[in-house]
């Protein structure tokens, strides 16, 4: 099948990575800058709104998705007239604004922190008195990676916050002091249904293991699977509320909620804070970790295939690398590579050292994630601090 990812980022390079290993190519409709899925299909370099380009991109595609939510609503559905969307284009609207995403959770049954919408100065005294401080102010729209939010400690700072966001919509949200925070990542398809049928069929909703997620300075850092620490009936209510929202969303793809977790004397609350309508981050250790990876899952459903297995293969240890890439790392690639070329069978590579290093050949620049480590196997962590710093 011939899939047209919208974006070029790392996430659209190992969706056709994973993809072409089970026999689709793939089409890329990337805004101008720098991309990092050249060598994996035809590049349409447009920016969004470019109805030629959108033509010429949908030219040959069997069926569309997105490695970025961002993407306005109108290239989305646009694409969707061409072949199909998957997840559909209103999946991701919920995630472009906080305050319809927050919503949207507590419809869910998923518990939230308080929050209030802030459009003007004139809003922040009554959010601020709602919510109370310590406060987050994070922009509405476009956020990612910790961009757009400030810390708000007394009112009096809220104020500059804001102007420093630019003036844009913003969200007050309370600052939640958790104890750490996990990440869901589930996968949702349709089965016998056609490649094209719109119409409503029974689904398959497949869990990875809990990831939890360590972030500096809102920047995913580390995640380690299996999350140790999650209550089991807390985990069950949370996927029980996630397959019910994919559902009603007739989605169709991998989905990741953000959670924060409390331990409070009353028990274990998990928080909602954040959905990407995609794969994700902190599903990266799946390629060597779990039976079948996120983005193997993801081009599976939105092609209508049977899903493989979300288990976990090892425990697992995914590590950013953020900003630059640690010195000797790309040379270990280099030499990992050439020795799983000689080992047979599906895994050669953990049976070699069991730390996986991928490098997305981005420029590097302050707080870009250029690249990741993957370590499995019971010493994991370990390994993977060792890998990082060479000794
Ligand atoms: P976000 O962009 O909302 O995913 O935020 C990035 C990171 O900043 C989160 O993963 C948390 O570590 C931290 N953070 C965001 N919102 C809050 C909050 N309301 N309370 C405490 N920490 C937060």
Not at 78 to 107: G, N, T, W, Y
Not at 292 to 316: D, K
Request: net charge negative; glycine share 8%.
């Amino acid at each position: 099948m011939n899939i047209g990812i919208v974006g070029g980022g790392q996430l659209g390079q190992m969706l056709a990575q994973a993809g072409q290993k089970i026999g689709h190519s793939f089409k890329f409709l990337v805004p101008p800058g720098e991309c990092c899925v050249e060598s994996l299909g035809q590049v349409i370099r447009s920016d969004f709104h470019d109805q030629h380009a959108l033509a010429e991109f949908a030219q040959g595609v069997d069926v569309f998705t997105f490695e970025w939510e961002n993407v306005p609503l109108a290239t989305l559905e646009s694409l969707s007239h061409f072949a199909p969307m998957r997840p559909a284009p209103h999946c991701a609207q919920v995630a472009k604004d906080r305050i319809q995403e927050k919503k949207f959770f507590q419809a869910a049954g998923f518990n939230v922190q308080m929050f209030a919408p802030v459009s003007c100065h004139d809003d922040l005294a009554p959010a601020l008195q709602h919510v109370g401080v310590p406060a987050m102010l994070k922009t509405r729209g476009q956020g990612y990676d910790g961009k757009g939010q400030r810390v708000i400690h007394d009112a009096s700072a809220a104020a500059l916050a804001h102007t420093q966001l630019g003036n844009v919509p913003c969200i007050l949200e309370a600052f939640v002091p958790f104890d750490f925070e996990i990440s869901l990542i589930a996968v949702r398809a349709k089965q016998n249904a056609s490649l094209t049928t719109s119409t409503v069929s029974a689904a398959t909703t497949l869990f990875y293991p809990p990831c939890r997620n360590q972030h500096i300075n809102g920047i995913l850092h580390q995640t380690t699977v299996p999350a140790i620490g999650v209550d089991a009936q807390v985990l069950r209510h949370a996927q029980a509320a996630m397959e019910k929202m994919m559902e009603t969303m007739q989605y169709e793809g991998v989905l990741c909620v953000e959670f924060f977790v409390l331990n409070t004397p009353a028990g274990q609350q998990l928080i909602a804070n954040e959905m990407a309508p995609r794969v994700h981050n902190s599903g990266h250790w799946s390629i060597e970790g779990a039976h079948t990876s996120q983005f193997t899952n993801h081009i599976r459903a939105i092609t209508r295939q049977e899903l493989g297995s979300t288990a976990l293969r090892a425990p697992s240890v995914m590590i950013n690398l953020v900003g630059e890439i640690p010195p000797g790392l790309a040379a270990q690639k280099s030499f990992n590579e050439h020795r799983i070329q000689n080992v047979p069978g599906d895994h050669a590579r953990d049976e070699i050292d069991n730390v996986s290093v991928h490098i997305y050949g981005k420029s590097p620049r302050a707080g870009r994630k250029l690249g990741h480590i993957t370590a499995i196997g019971q010493d994991a962590q370990q390994r993977a601090h060792l890998t990082l710093t060479g000794h």
